[in-house]
């Protein structure tokens, strides 16, 4: 369905004669508007802009384009003919200050909000867990491994001086351990006491633990985390 162009003014009285005077090239169209069409204040009119363009000796394109800037310029309320569909809303939008959001839905966002930023905290002031880590837990992610490139996989092994050639060294050799059995956390630095030393071997330990690679089963032995 093709709908008619239609047009209502916006400005009235004495705003719209301060304009007119203060911009000419405007006058004479927005007073041939007003001799035209009748209820062009209150309401929405139909007009025909070829018609406009007969009585005021222009070419429609021109008509056209003087309507837009006086819709740009809030003088007019301005729609051109259009093919495309047509939304009607049938319920008028209810002011921003009748609204009245449920006191459930407020306290739910609230706690959301919440636990947004303290997550947010945590992951600024984590100090023990690998970033990537941290960031895909947060996503249900919970098969990450620990980056060994960012700030906080750095600072841990940099604490004991341990080259990431060594870490990777000691990690392996603790993963190769725990995979033959499940070992006590004694018998694990027992058995790679020959080949590191004790602090070591407890060091990235403990870190394998806080990135969740391994972890204790029910009888505190050592096993591969799921």
């Keep these: 369905v093709n709908?008619?162009?239609?047009l209502?003014?916006?400005m009235q009285g004495k705003d719209l004669y301060e304009f007119?005077?203060?911009n000419q090239v405007y006058d004479i169209l927005i007073k041939l508007l007003l001799r035209s069409y009748n209820g062009i204040f209150d309401s929405e009119v139909k007009i025909k802009e070829k018609e406009i363009a007969i009585r005021f000796k222009i070419s429609v394109e021109k008509v056209k384009h003087h309507l837009l800037e006086l819709h740009k310029?809030?003088?007019i309320e301005y729609k051109p003919v259009s093919d495309l569909p047509i939304l009607t809303f049938l319920q008028p939008r209810i002011d921003q200050k009748h609204i009245r959001i449920p006191a459930y839905i407020y306290e739910h966002r609230k706690e959301l909000a919440q636990l947004k930023l303290k997550s947010i905290i945590s992951y600024a002031f984590e100090?023990?867990?690998c970033r990537s880590v941290t960031l895909l837990h947060y996503f249900n992610d919970k098969t990450?491994?620990?980056c060994g490139k960012c700030d906080v996989c750095l600072a841990n092994k940099k604490d004991l001086t341990l080259s990431n050639k060594a870490f990777k060294?000691?990690?392996k050799a603790i993963l190769n351990e725990i995979k033959i059995a499940n070992t006590s956390p004694k018998d694990l630095i027992e058995n790679l006491r020959k080949d590191f030393e004790k602090n070591e071997i407890i060091y990235v330990t403990k870190w394998l633990i806080e990135n969740e690679i391994i972890k204790y089963?029910?009888?505190?032995?050592?096993?591969?985390?799921?």
């Design 169 to 171: 060294k000691i990690e």
């Design 20 to 22: 007119q005077v203060r």
């Design 73 to 75: 310029l809030n003088v």
């Design 217 to 226: 089963n029910l009888i505190n032995q050592l096993t591969l985390a799921d």
């Design 144 to 146: 990450a491994k620990p």
């Design 3 to 6: 709908y008619a162009s239609t």
């Design 127 to 129: 100090n023990k867990t």
């Design 8 to 10: 209502r003014f916006l």
